[in-house]
Structures are given as structure tokens and as C-alpha cells.
């Protein structure tokens, strides 16, 4: 399913027009991602949480050239799903 297909799910689901569902759709992505950004957790009960995740530095390979390369540590979205959600997809 991509963003087209969500947006006409959500329209139908919600008896909402596909511009009402767009918008709302990008809304609810655009709060999620300034909560992480602000490094906070975006629990929806019975669905999962968004988290933020710190990977740490670490050795990798240049496939290209071979040689060993430092990977930086970075931060990273973590979505753990909810008990819900999870028995959904069984």
C-alpha cells in the first residue's frame, strides 16, 4: 500500500473526502515526526510507539574499495508495534 492507496482507505473508512483524508494523513505524519525530532515517544494505544533510537558508532567495509570505514553513530525511528496490532496480522 502506498500513500495514494492510504489516503483512499482512510476516505473510505472515515467517510471523509480524498483531500480531508490527505490532509489529515499528512498532518498526523508531520506531528509524529516533530515529536521525534523533539526526541519524544508517540504511543497510540492498541496500534505501537514511535521512538527515537540512538545506533552507536560502529566498523563497516567499503564494498567498493574494500577498506575498513568508521560508521557514525546516528539517530534513528523506531516503531515498536502494539499487542493489537500485532495479533491483527496473525
Avoid at 494523513?25 to 505501537?48: I, N, P, R
Wanted: glycine fraction near 8%; charged fraction near 25%.
Amino acid at each position: 500500500m502506498n500513500k495514494a492507496d492510504l489516503i483512499n482507505a482512510i476516505a473510505e473508512e472515515a467517510g471523509l473526502s480524498k483531500v480531508d483524508s490527505k490532509k489529515a494523513l499528512e498532518a498526523v505524519v508531520a506531528s509524529v515526526s516533530k515529536a521525534l525530532a523533539a526526541g519524544d515517544k508517540v504511543s497510540l494505544v492498541g496500534f505501537g510507539t514511535f521512538s527515537v533510537a540512538t545506533r552507536g558508532a560502529r566498523k563497516g567495509i567499503n564494498p567498493a574499495t574494500k577498506k575498513p570505514i568508521t560508521i557514525a553513530a546516528k539517530k534513528v525511528a523506531k516503531f515498536k508495534a502494539g499487542a493489537e496490532l500485532a495479533g491483527a496480522i496473525k
